[in-house]
């Protein structure tokens, strides 16, 4: 069982550049997201999804897309780096819990930085 | 907003000494609060989800504490060892129709000295 798998674990980008920073669980988790960890601050949701097909915003958006074609996979796409999204970037996992707490699983993080 | 706010910022203590860790939140509507361990360079491992009906749990050297009138929590860790050198963030889970939405501390980060 491995949990949530991100790749790569670091890559540097050049401004504009493009990149798809990947994850996948095994666990037929139903709910994913993607965070980013910056120096002196919490982690802060990027986009999540409650299921295949099922895409929304977190608190920040702005130069990511994501799509979920499968419950399996849901990849985190830079559409064109800038500087500012030189971050590490946490993709987590879990289920879906109507009325009860669910655990999160976080994969190990893809260490990103745009020059 | 939602808001979770740790103390202190960093903490060094030796090998062998406990340590209590503080998180204030002001997040609506609650559903329950984790503590993660976040090694350098990995991810955050889950220690212990608290509800609104817990009032402590404990998870080995670990223990939680939850006063869900004050909207605080804590962390106690007995007998500290070298690998408990980590930074811990405090995460609040707010319920929005069916699924949750988690607000981060920023953490506060342990070394344990020798």
């Known amino acids: 069982n491995a949990g949530v798998t991100q790749t790569p674990k670091f890559q540097v980008l050049k401004t504009g550049q493009s990149m798809t920073l990947q994850c996948a669980q095994d666990?037929?988790?139903?709910?994913m997201s993607w965070y980013r960890q910056d120096p002196g601050m919490g982690l802060r949701l990027i986009h999540y999804?409650?299921?295949?097909?099922?895409?929304d915003q977190g608190e920040v958006p702005n130069g990511y897309n994501v799509s979920r074609s499968t419950t399996e996979d849901f990849p985190l796409r830079l559409l064109s780096a800038a500087p500012s999204q030189t971050s590490v970037y946490f993709c987590a996992s879990s289920y879906l819990g109507q009325g009860m707490y669910t655990e999160a699983f976080f994969g190990q993080g893809t260490r990103l930085t745009v020059v | 907003k939602n808001q979770v706010e740790q103390s202190p910022q960093s903490l060094i203590i030796l090998e062998g000494k406990n340590c209590t860790l503080q998180c204030n939140y002001t997040v609506s509507p609650f559903s329950n609060l984790r503590w993660y361990k976040q090694d350098t360079g990995r991810g955050p491992v889950s220690l212990t989800i608290?509800?609104?009906?817990?009032n402590t749990k404990s998870n080995g050297r670990y223990t939680a504490t939850l006063d869900a009138d004050t909207k605080q929590s804590s962390l106690h860790i007995t007998a500290s060892q070298l690998s408990d050198s980590a930074s811990y963030i405090c995460v609040v889970s707010a319920r929005n129709s069916g699924y949750s939405t988690l607000t981060f501390g920023k953490g506060t980060m342990l070394l344990v000295s020798p």
């Open positions: 999804s409650v299921g295949a097909g099922i895409t």
């Open positions: 666990m037929n988790h139903e709910y």
């Open positions: 608290m509800t609104f009906s817990e």
